[in-house]
């Protein structure tokens, strides 16, 4: 099984910075990609940084260019940087990691974005 914690969330100020962890714990046969999410109440969980393998990066695009996604393999650790930070940022953030053919999901740890 496979557990992922994350750490980092918090109160955070509009056009300030923040850094997301995911520690990952557990038996996988071959991590295919690891990545973010994020929710909001009544949305979709959508994609906020997701990579591969392969070194293939992939942005959901209201955070290109602001949020940066980066791994430690030898820790099992993923981060996510925030940068410039705005309102609609608000969210619970999600760590990933996909397994094929299955998906673990951490608990969530929530960022708010306010002044």
């Known amino acids: 099984q496979v557990r992922l914690v994350e750490s980092g969330g918090g109160l955070v100020q509009p056009g300030g910075s923040l850094t997301l962890s995911c520690a990952a714990s557990?038996?996988?046969?071959?991590?295919?990609?690891m990545g973010w999410y994020r929710q909001v109440p009544g949305k979709q969980r959508e994609l906020v940084a997701r990579?591969?393998?392969?070194?293939?990066?992939t942005y959901g695009d209201a955070v290109k260019g602001r949020f940066s996604i980066s791994r430690d393999n030898a820790k099992n650790m993923t981060y996510l940087q925030m940068n410039d930070v705005k309102s609609e940022d608000t969210a619970v953030y999600y760590c990933?990691?996909?397994?094929?053919?299955?998906?673990?999901w951490g608990q969530g740890t929530q960022v708010t974005v306010s002044s």
């Open positions: 557990g038996t996988w046969f071959s991590i295919y990609a």
């Open positions: 990933n990691l996909y397994d094929p053919p299955n998906y673990f």
């Open positions: 990579t591969t393998r392969a070194g293939v990066t």
